[in-house]
């Protein structure tokens, strides 16, 4: 039996009927009648952001903590364009979201009208797909095909564009189980061939390594369960991309560290000198593979991935299997297993061996300064004082603090980090430390700072402070921009342009500002009990952490280089180090 | 130590095996894409072309299925192997795409385009033009004493082979369709 409503309410009633329980955003002019129906229910919590890039953000922050949706409200013309950076942060790193966007009524399309913008032209290529409705009757379809959509195959942004009239007008509602049956249904299942080349790989390799990414949370718990018992079975080593943090346990046997730029040396060596690299929902991005000329030059190369085009995209492999990782994983432990278990065991710890030595260069290792806190001294510091919460949730900024973040913190499960990994989004961390927090209220959730971006997003601290949010903001405080510090060091002759700010807010007396706790450190000695006094505070906090200025982010691969040309710390040399020619790539 | 050996298939069906992917030379490929006929999707497809730097030389479109709101796009492009595997891979995954085939490489095809010619001229330039048309099989669509237009369907080549016969002969204005192609046999 369909029901007469009006689209505003359709929307609601379909938000319901997809199980959505929180919507991120800020009402405008165009939203007007959904807003209203948002006050006459219960069932759906709205939280009021501060600026929609935040809602995005917030939303991105829900999803990926959760496996869920996030879905976003924002209004017409600069509600939807202050969207789309986090529309296309969620389409780099396949995060599923729903955002509802208000238009300007129909008649009224096209006529440059207050806070007009052809918000599906101009979110067309940041959205996996977007529509626009132009009448009632198609309201609810769209919302539930834009559910299907988001969410099915390699996972992303989309958007649905309501003009004003259209939720006015009134329409039957279609329920989701009366829906026809989509034509988008991605290929799941991976080609039984390939599956049984990959096997065949996997007896016969001497050197293999699993490279995972974020595919593998993208497919689900399932998968990660899957991935786990093949590397444990094989013995295999496994490193994976930032993504993809927390699909195998840090605190796992075979695992090698995040690999890539400023990726650990044992993973990356073991990736360049490897005869089988199985690459599993990872899709070979340039900060991951260095000179793609030079990328694993020895091995066979074989790739699990729901999307086809991310095969043979950068790299060439031997074996594409296009499916979802979790099923493509079952079907290649359920074969190697009925084919008795094998692997060339002899030659895989021979190969352990090796990658044992690689491991005594102890990439990481730092010195302490008993005056300054080093930054990755404050992060290891964290991660000791956090690694046993039952329910630690951590989230980043971009740039330096996020990669010692990926090389300090340990991830033993997945959804348990957030980072704009592709985007690389200044400003992401702190409201999707919200959303995250959102999703789970009794977890502790962290977010890694660094002062410049955690500056691009703060008046989110206007959120955390409404609703109480307990989120953490550990911001590392070097009053730079110290990755852009670090490049303009090693690529641009030691000429710092525009890459300090001059006046930094007293950020305790901010926190203060907002109702939230603000937390000052400079004190190694004095590091613990303040990390402690943040753990401890039941509400928002702000923790201040001034930290050494000029401290570099090791290793790294220089731009244009190969995994094996990589720069250490402490004592690397860095003069000369990058050529002109990896200058000019980002 | 010798690299590992991939395992032969008995099967080759997938396109990834078809060429090699590390050829350099630029081929023309003529691709047949089924799409809903909805609003926006001819600039979704364009989109994708431009914004990852893929080459349009022609580009047709018209609905083709009315009952079934389906419209075909018929564009031809050139690249290296490896970008038009890319492009028929982010092509396919468009949402509103329905099917996506490589009519280069899927099997013989025929390929016509439509272009209409005007030129003019006057005394033995005006008869030679007409008869050239005759030998092209192009008919005359409309005349003045002092101007002719020709129209052609055939190749693209064709079409190009004409263009330049007429351009002496007082070639003025040309617009082409751009190719249609389907493949041969009853499938």
């Known amino acids: ?83 789309v950076t986090g529309l296309t942060d969620a389409l780099l790193d396949s995060i599923p979201l729903v955002v509802l966007t ?67 007008a009134s329409a039957p509602y279609t329920a989701p189980e009366d829906m026809p049956v989509s034509h988008y249904s991605p290929k799941t299942v991976g080609d039984a061939e390939r599956v049984e080349q990959l096997v ?18 993208n497919s689900g718990r399932a998968a990660c369960d899957s991935l786990r018992e093949l590397v444990d079975g094989t013995g295999f080593p496994i490193t994976s991309t930032l993504l993809g943090l927390g699909a195998y346990p840090a605190n796992g046997k075979r695992w090698l560290g995040m690999l ?32 793609v000329q030079d990328f694993s030059p020895k091995s066979a190369k074989v790739h699990i991935d729901i999307d086809p085009s991310s095969i043979n995209k950068v790299i060439h492999v031997d074996v594409p299997i296009i499916g979802d990782v979790g099923t493509v994983l079952d079907q290649a432990l359920a074969l190697w297993k009925s084919r008795g278990s094998k692997t060339q065991s002899d030659a895989v710890t021979r190969w352990w061996h090796q990658i044992g030595d690689w491991r005594k260069v102890d990439c990481l290792a730092y010195t302490d300064n008993p005056k300054t806190i080093r930054p990755q001294h404050a992060i290891s ?32 499960e997945p959804h348990r980090l957030m980072t704009s990994g592709g985007l690389g989004t200044m400003g992401y961390g ?132 190969p995994h094996n040309k990589m720069l250490l710390g402490e004592n690397a040399s860095t003069a000369d180090a990058i050529g002109t020619s990896g200058a000019v790539l980002v | 130590m010798s690299p590992l050996k991939i395992k032969k298939g008995t099967t080759k069906h997938s396109a990834y095996d078809l060429r090699d992917p590390h050829a350099e030379a630029q081929e023309r490929h003529t691709l047949a894409v089924v799409v809903d006929n909805e609003a926006g999707v001819l600039a979704r497809v364009i989109g994708l072309f431009s914004g990852r730097g893929y080459n349009i030389e022609s580009l047709t479109v018209a609905e083709t299925d009315h009952e079934g709101h389906l419209s075909r796009i018929t564009v031809v492009t050139t690249g290296t192997p490896s970008v038009i595997e890319q492009i028929k891979a982010q092509l396919g995954r ?94």
């Not at chain 1, 689209?7 to 209203?36: N, R, S």
């Not at chain 1, 000791?384 to 033993?412: C, K, S």
């Not at chain 2, 192009?138 to 263009?163: C, H, P, Q, R, Y």
């Open chain 1, 1 to 83: 039996m369909s029901r007469q409503m009006t689209g505003a309410k359709m929307i609601v009633q379909a938000l319901k009927d997809q199980g959505v329980d929180t919507v991120f955003g800020y009402p405008g002019g165009a939203v007007l009648p959904i807003y209203d129906e948002i006050f006459l229910q219960n069932d759906i919590r709205h939280y009021l952001v501060r600026h929609e890039q935040g809602a995005v953000h917030a939303a991105e922050g829900y999803a990926r903590s959760t496996g869920k949706p996030g879905v976003v409200l924002v209004t017409s013309g600069p509600g939807a364009t202050n969207a």
């Open chain 1, 102 to 168: 208000g238009q300007v009524p129909t008649f009224m399309i096209g006529n440059d009208a207050f806070q007009e913008a052809d918000t599906v032209g101009i979110t067309r290529p940041c959205t996996k797909h977007n529509w626009l409705v132009r009448d009632t009757a198609n309201l609810s379809g769209t919302i539930h095909e834009a559910f299907h959509v988001a969410m099915s195959g390699r996972p992303g942004p989309v958007l649905v564009d309501i003009p004003k009239d259209v939720q006015f």
């Open chain 1, 200 to 217: 065949d790989l996997i007896e016969r390799a001497e050197r293999p390594v699993f490279y995972t990414g974020g595919g593998v949370i």
């Open chain 1, 260 to 291: 890539g730029m400023h990726g650990l040396y044992e993973a990356n060596l073991a990736m360049h000198g490897c005869d089988l690299m199985i690459a599993v929902g990872a899709r070979f991005d340039d900060r991951i593979t260095g000179r």
């Open chain 1, 381 to 412: 510091r964290l991660e000791a004082l956090t690694r046993d919460h039952p329910d630690r949730y951590i989230t980043t900024e971009v740039g330096q603090h996020q990669m010692w973040a990926a090389q300090y913190l340990g991830f033993n």
């Open chain 1, 430 to 561: 702190f409201p999707a430390s919200i959303g995250v927090q959102v999703a789970h209220p009794d977890a502790l959730v962290i977010n890694v700072a660094g002062d410049a971006s955690w500056l691009m997003n703060m008046q989110e601290l206007g959120t955390a402070a409404q609703y109480r949010l307990p989120v953490k903001q550990f911001i590392l405080n070097n009053e730079r921009l110290g990755m852009v510090r670090q490049w303009q060091e090693l690529l641009h002759g030691e000429r710092y342009s525009h890459s300090w700010s001059e006046s930094q807010p007293d950020f305790a007396k901010l926190a203060e500002a907002f109702g939230a706790h603000g937390i000052y450190c400079d004190d190694p000695a004095d590091l613990d009990d303040a990390i402690m006094e943040m753990i401890n505070c039941d509400g928002p906090v702000l923790f201040e952490c001034v930290v050494e200025k000029h401290e570099n982010c090791f290793p790294m691969i220089p731009s244009g280089e």
């Open chain 2, 94 to 187: 468009i949402v509103p795409v329905h099917e996506v085939h490589d009519l280069t490489v899927e099997g013989p095809s025929v390929e016509r385009e439509l272009a209409l010619f005007k030129v003019t001229g006057q005394g033995e330039q005006r008869i030679e033009a007409l008869r050239l048309a005759e030998i092209f099989r192009a008919n005359v669509v409309d005349s003045t004493l002092a101007s002719f237009i020709f129209e052609m369907t055939g190749t693209s080549e064709k079409i190009d082979a004409f263009a330049d016969l007429m351009r002496p002969l007082g070639l003025v204005e040309l617009a082409r369709t751009g190719a249609a192609a389907l493949s041969r046999g009853a499938e």
